[in-house]
């Protein structure tokens, strides 16, 4: 059996998620709510459920904003109203009836919100960045005033609209509950609001949600605390990173590592690497070029289980130009991560994991598709 198709136990406080194997579906936005209620449609049914279909362990749905104002775009989806509970519950159960788990990444954009999406009704337009309030869009917030993401100008937040913010990740949380989902991904990455509480590019506060690394983490270990307040014990809880900013002066890997251990102490078991996302990118680039990140926190989680002396029960994943199913499963072997997230490949293949399978050897049996397409001779 190959490493990529073991099964493997996320863990949480008081229970365990089984995964039929280490593939998981990165959260990709589709900008597909023409209505811009939030509301998760026939669209996000068929690609989400045809790639649980097609063998992925978990399936993680795109961003999720808590709050209206906290969308990247107005075509994203929401958890902050009933109404999307409802519509979220038939592709939770479907996305189970297929053997897949399902989770859900909460975001807030903050000041990286209000953007017109990233698809070609308006790139061919020549429509980019931020919304005007007059077109559809408006006023966003963010820990500081700031022109690094070249946007339009944000609100800072004040420390009671900090709580505020706090208590709406909570609320999402339950509502995500509510629906069924497996698991949650709080959404630490990219730029958007949590990120940019890290970052020093991007937050210049002087109170206590600033300056030093405590303060520019007080948010993000905030809404964690909140999060898992509300969220079962019996379920994990994750967080997407950006693990560097690749600028100097900017949120480091270093920092990510020491903020990774200090969530799993808080009841986060589940770590994903990206990068990136306050300004323009200085990154490297070419397959898997976020995986060293990965391996910095996994190393990190585990010398620090080793010194406590008890066993190590994270799980870290790692994204970005994984496309194959060798190179997939080289960076498990090699140990650099515990399992990969497959973004870009999944759009172009929905049966990905069930064709990876097949290329790494293993047999039928094992293969994870749909039993309906049993006659594509798998």
């Not at 998760?40 to 993680?60: D, E």
């Not at 709580?163 to 629906?179: C, K, P, Q, T, Y």
């Not at 300056?211 to 379920?235: H, I, M, N, Q």
């Amino acid at each position: 059996m190959s490493t990529l198709f073991s099964p493997v136990v996320l863990s949480a406080p008081a229970g365990q998620l089984e995964l039929r194997n280490r593939t998981m579906l990165a959260p990709m936005c589709m900008y597909s709510v023409e209505a811009h209620d939030g509301v998760p449609t026939p669209w996000h049914l068929v690609h989400l459920g045809a790639r649980a279909a097609g063998g992925f362990g978990m399936v993680i749905a795109e961003a999720t904003a808590v709050v209206p104002d906290g969308r990247i775009s107005p075509e994203d989806l929401g958890l902050w109203n009933d109404e999307q509970v409802a519509a979220f519950k038939p592709i939770v159960e479907f996305i189970k009836n297929q053997g897949a788990a399902v989770g859900v990444q909460l975001a807030h954009a903050g000041g990286k919100a209000s953007t017109y999406g990233n698809v070609p009704r308006f790139t061919a337009r020549d429509l980019k960045g931020s919304i005007p309030v007059s077109d559809g869009g408006w006023v966003t917030v963010a820990p500081s005033v700031t022109t690094v993401h070249g946007l339009a100008e944000s609100h800072e937040l004040t420390e009671a609209e900090i709580a505020e913010s706090v208590l709406a990740w909570a609320d999402a949380a339950r509502r995500a509950d509510e629906a069924g989902f497996d698991f949650i991904q709080i959404h630490a990455a990219h730029g958007y609001l949590i990120h940019q509480f890290l970052s020093p590019l991007s937050n210049t506060r002087t109170d206590g949600y600033g300056g030093s690394f405590e303060g520019r983490t007080r948010y993000l270990r905030e809404v964690v605390a909140a999060v898992r307040a509300v969220w079962p014990d019996s379920k994990p809880l994750g967080v997407r990173f950006s693990g560097s900013d690749w600028v100097e002066a900017g949120w480091t890997i270093e920092e990510t590592s020491r903020l990774a251990v200090e969530l799993s102490l808080l009841g986060v078991s589940v770590f994903d690497l990206s990068s990136g996302g306050i300004g323009a990118y200085h990154g490297p680039t070419g397959p898997g070029y976020q995986v060293e990140l990965a391996h910095a926190v996994k190393s990190a989680l585990a010398a620090d289980a080793a010194e406590r002396g008890v066993e190590n029960t994270s799980f870290v994943s790692a994204v970005g130009m994984i496309t194959t199913a060798e190179q997939a499963e080289q960076v498990l072997v090699d140990g650099q991560a515990d399992g990969v997230s497959i973004a870009r490949a999944a759009l172009k293949e929905p049966n990905w994991a069930a064709l990876a399978a097949r290329e790494l050897g293993e047999s039928v049996e094992v293969t994870p598709f749909a039993p309906q397409y049993w006659r594509a001779h798998w």
